[in-house]
């Protein structure tokens, strides 16, 4: 008869029950609450870089055959912050960022209006820049709110579905695939828009392609950024807690 050899304390095999419930936690999709500690901060930073981006964006810009706009170097952080606020906060809080991102981008709109219909004063000299300058703003506003709205509610969306669907592991997949839908959509809406009949022939198309691309491309590079951040802020937002009480890893 073999002699039956006790197992080591903490060595048991995990029950049926166990590994469903392990399971089950893994796929949990935790949200804070918009009214947390970080949420208005980031929504501050994000409409901050949306209205920047967009006055930066009346320029057109040219590296060699690459053409572009201003809002080129800081409008992809926008999508990031965007991706902050859906993976912790969840799509109500971040189509509350897009709603309010417009309404700002709506008053910069009305008081730039304002401004430039205003006469000029007694030794100001500048009116036909300023006018020349800002007066093609409400076509980079109009291009930015229609891409805007459907490419960051498509991003949101997304990454949060796959969230639900996953729960908290492989945030990489997440982020690359709601950022490859939503900028593809956000792109070529605000291409179209803003720079039809401005950007001629085949310098639109490199226009639009190289602007997609270079989207995504600084998603990917600063993913590493993004993640850190991510993390810090589940760690220290009060109301983000996975079952049993938990913090994010």
């Not at 950022?179 to 226009?207: K, Q």
Request: with cysteine; hydrophobic share 50%; net charge positive.
């Amino acid at each position: 008869m073999s002699k039956k050899v006790p197992k080591a304390e903490g060595s048991e095999e995990p029950s049926p029950e166990g590994s469903n419930a392990l399971s089950a936690a893994s796929r949990f999709a935790a949200f804070a609450s918009s009214r947390g500690r970080y949420y208005a901060v980031i929504l501050a930073v994000f409409s901050a870089i949306l209205i920047i981006s967009n006055i930066s964006a009346t320029k057109v810009i040219g590296f060699g055959p690459v053409v572009t706009d201003g809002g080129a170097f800081l409008f992809p952080i926008a999508y990031i912050l965007g991706d902050v606020i859906s993976e912790v906060y969840g799509f109500k809080a971040a189509r509350k960022a897009v709603i309010t991102g417009f309404g700002l981008q709506i008053l910069a709109t009305f008081v730039f209006w304002l401004v430039l219909i205003s006469p000029p004063g007694p030794g100001y000299e500048n009116q036909d820049a300023f006018a020349a300058v800002l007066g093609f703003y409400p076509r980079i506003v109009a291009a930015s709110l229609v891409g805007y709205f459907f490419g960051q509610l498509l991003n949101s969306y997304v990454l949060v579905a796959v969230k639900k669907r996953m729960g908290e592991q492989k945030l990489w997949v997440r982020l690359l695939t709601s950022t490859g839908v939503g900028e593809f959509v956000d792109t070529l809406l605000f291409c179209v828009i803003a720079f039809a009949g401005v950007i001629p022939g085949l310098d639109f198309i490199n226009y639009i392609v190289f602007g997609f691309v270079y989207k995504v491309a600084v998603e990917v590079i600063l993913m590493p950024v993004t993640y850190r951040v991510i993390k810090l802020v589940k760690k220290h937002e009060p109301s983000y807690e996975l079952p049993g009480g938990g913090k994010a890893a």
